[in-house]
């Protein structure tokens, strides 16, 4: 036994890599049955990743714009903005949309109904003209649209249209044509369209309208604030618009705050508040005078 025990101690001090480090039998259990869950784990990980549902982008998130172009936010076609809800804005059930040569054929259709528009409604001015005007890429047209299912995509869809040219450097608009089809006249379209025209002007950084107006549609300019009075310096326009004979330049300043499609709601309101600070300051009321005498 001593000899044995020498035997195994000289063996040990000669090879030391060799010598067996004692495992206990019950680590060696816990450490296979740790691999074992971690393996049951990351198959139920993978399971339930699989089975995740996958997200899909909506139509809003894959359409959306490049951000650094604020004009074709603006742009956006307005078929049916009230979607279900009541409002009091008589401007939320107007069709309407921003028309530009772009090559496709829905805005191609409709630069056609505004040719066609503005060719009847505007008798005196040259066929040739209006046609390279509206079908020029630099010139877009606000149009309003008709409710009618059976024109729709059609060129009669057109049913009022105000054709422009934005100078952004300079930071004003030339109206070249705007014009309403006979059977929608009188029924305020024409206010509304100029309304609508004001408020797509602010998104696309324009601070004037400038137009040349014949002796017949200035009553209708001077309605929408339009004014003979030039204030915009001479030097932002001068060399960029054409002249006319026989036309009146008028002006019309677009405030930047001011919705255009809310003015009679806002006259309503302003009205109210000047009436109720009469009420709290005015005694006539309470005041009862003595009635005149006789005779």
Same mark, same amino acid.
């Given at each position: 036994m001593t000899e044995d025990s020498d035997s195994r101690k000289r063996k040990a001090e000669d090879d030391p890599?060799?010598?067996?480090?004692?495992?206990?039998?019950?680590d060696t259990e816990s450490e296979s049955k740790s691999e074992t869950n971690d393996a049951d784990e990351s198959s139920l990980v993978v399971q339930e990743s699989d089975s995740s549902p996958k997200v899909t982008?909506?139509?809003?998130?894959s359409n959306d714009p490049d951000p650094a172009d604020p004009v074709e936010t603006a742009v956006k076609e307005t078929e049916d903005v009230s979607n279900g809800e009541e409002d009091d804005n008589p401007y939320s059930k107007i069709r309407r949309c921003i028309v530009k040569n772009d090559g496709t054929e829905q805005n191609m259709v409709r630069l056609i109904g505004l040719k066609n528009l503005f060719s009847k409604q505007l008798p005196k001015m040259p066929k040739d003209y209006i046609v390279r005007l509206v079908f020029d890429r630099r010139h877009k047209s606000l149009a309003i649209l008709s409710n009618d299912p059976k024109v729709k995509g059609t060129d009669d869809e057109i049913i009022g249209g105000i054709c422009?040219?934005?100078?952004?450097?300079?930071?004003?608009?030339?109206?070249?044509?705007?014009?309403?089809?006979?059977a929608q006249q009188v029924k305020g379209y024409g206010t509304k369209l100029m309304n609508l025209l004001k408020m797509h002007a602010v998104t696309e950084g324009v601070e004037y309208f400038i137009t040349y107006a014949d002796n017949y549609a200035t009553g209708y300019f001077k309605k929408q604030g339009f004014t003979r009075t030039i204030t915009m310096p001479k030097s932002r326009f001068h060399g960029l618009i054409k002249d006319y004979d026989g036309g009146t330049l008028m002006e019309c300043y677009v405030h930047p705050s001011i919705d255009y499609t %809310?003015?009679?709601?806002?006259?309503?309101?302003? %009205?109210?508040f000047i009436l109720q600070r009469i %009420?709290?300051?005015?005694?006539s009321d309470k005041i009862i005078y003595p009635p005149l005498p006789k005779g």
């Open positions: 890599e060799e010598d067996d480090v004692p495992v206990d039998a019950d982008p909506t139509i809003e998130e422009y040219r934005a100078y952004h450097d300079m930071r004003f608009a030339e109206i070249a044509f705007c014009a309403v089809s006979q %809310r003015i009679p709601q806002m006259i309503k309101a302003q %009205r109210e %009420r709290t300051i005015s005694k």
